[in-house]
């Protein structure tokens, strides 16, 4: 329990010194080094994309990727905001690589709806 509250207390101070938006090489290093921790990246990729930044998001995203290949909840997430930026092909790609069985019918359903896919193919 304690240790949950301990990595809880660092993930949200990471979050806290990621700036929003990288103007610096230090802002850039600081958002890199957030992306490294699965968790953390996601959630930092979600703050951006609630604030309407979705490039910033997607490149979120695809440096978690880089550094967790098999992320499934990454690669989720980062179809929905392709769908976003009006990129659909490339959205399309990325839940070709999911396992679909890894989701509730409801949660693949919400996803594939932001785009405008059906469930009996894209």
């Known amino acids: 329990m304690l240790l949950n509250v ?6 949200a101070l990471a979050l806290l010194a990621a700036p929003a ?5 230090e802002e850039l290093d ?10 953390l990246g996601i959630q930092l990729a979600q703050q951006q ?5 979705f490039l910033d998001a997607l490149a979120t995203l695809e440096r978690v990727l880089a550094v967790h290949p098999k992320s499934d909840p990454a690669r989720l997430l980062h179809a929905v905001y392709l769908c976003r930026v009006d990129d659909k092909l490339g ?6 690589k999911l396992r679909r069985k890894k989701y509730s019918d409801a949660q ?6 932001q ?4 469930e009996a193919g894209n």
Do not use: K, M, N, P
């Open 6 to 11: 301990i990595r809880l207390s660092a993930c």
């Open 21 to 25: 938006a990288a103007e610096t090489l």
């Open 108 to 113: 693949w359903a919400e996803a594939l709806a």
């Open 91 to 96: 959205a399309a790609v990325e839940f070709d």
């Open 115 to 118: 785009c405008g896919f059906s």
């Open 49 to 53: 994309a609630a604030r309407g930044e």
């Open 30 to 39: 600081a958002l890199a080094q957030t992306s490294q921790d699965e968790a």
